[in-house]
């Protein structure tokens, strides 16, 4: 169950944040992935850390409208090219290796999007390659699921600069929030930041991703988008011995990049054979 509450309404002029679904839409992207790991060992002055980073993603998209699904939604095709992973040290050169091999069960391959005229994905799929390992579908239908932030899910309300609204989501455990803020409005391009916080049954909210978006209403997906997610544990005993480990991962969005894709013929489809269908659950 998803709900969205206004929170404030900002600055006048306030208008109806709506997404175009043209017939004949077409857009290339291009989603980069770049993370990073922190140890810290110890407590205090005595503490030792160590940051590993990469190896990096990037991966070649290609949007296009299919058809018109009824009540402002629409159906999208998507294309996913070739993953291109670069290891930053000699270090991450095996790692690097072993992933592109990897994601090769995304390349080439189909899904479908359908996406409500307030920025909310409805239904996704893609279908992956034979051998696509459980780590990759797990990845793939979490990016599919409703954490999804590669669309602001607008409110219902007219807003202006400054308006903030939340989008909270029951999820297994807890509850996942996602706040807004209208940062920029100028015509039907604008600016918002978001903060995503999950709360467990037990614990307090604990912050998860937060990142800012660049849209244009007169396109259903972004023009920019850049978040950066973070999650903590933290392993053995207490004191000296006490072991935090910080994942941090940034991911951008970019439509219109040089290196997207122009049309679907770009992107090479690999010869066809069975595979899994992963949904957005």
Do not use: K, N
């Amino acid at each position: 169950m998803v709900a969205t509450a206004l929170l404030d309404a900002g600055r006048a002029p306030r208008r109806a944040l709506r997404l175009a679904q043209r017939p004949g839409w077409s857009q290339g992207m291009v989603v980069s992935v770049s993370p990073e790991v922190e140890t810290v060992l110890g407590v205090g002055a005595g503490r030792e850390s160590r940051t590993e980073y990469g190896p990096e993603v990037s991966v070649p998209l290609y949007m296009e409208w299919q058809a018109g699904a009824g009540r402002g939604q629409a159906h999208y095709h998507v294309r996913v090219g070739r993953p291109e992973v670069r290891a930053v040290d000699d270090e991450g050169m095996e790692p690097a290796w072993r992933l592109a091999e990897e994601l090769g069960a995304v390349s080439g391959r189909d899904g479908a999007v359908v996406l409500s005229d307030r920025g909310t994905p409805v239904q996704a799929w893609l279908q992956l390659g034979p051998g696509a390992s459980a780590a990759l579908s797990t990845l793939v239908r979490a990016a599919l699921s409703s954490d999804w932030l590669v669309t602001p899910r607008f409110p219902e309300e007219p807003v202006g600069a400054g308006g903030r609204w939340v989008v909270a989501r029951a999820m297994e455990g807890g509850l996942a929030v996602v706040t807004y803020e209208l940062v920029e409005l100028d015509g039907a391009r604008g600016r918002v930041r978001f903060l995503l916080l999950s709360q467990g049954a037990d614990g307090p909210p604990t912050p998860r991703a937060e990142g800012e978006l660049r849209f244009d209403l007169s396109r259903p997906f972004p023009e920019r988008l850049e978040v950066s997610y973070t999650s903590r544990a933290e392993l053995g005993t207490q004191g000296a011995r006490r072991l935090e480990v910080v994942r941090r991962t940034r991911v951008t969005l970019e439509s219109g990049s040089p290196l997207a894709p122009a049309h679907p013929e770009m992107i090479a489809a690999p010869w066809i054979s069975e595979g899994e269908q992963v949904r957005a659950p």
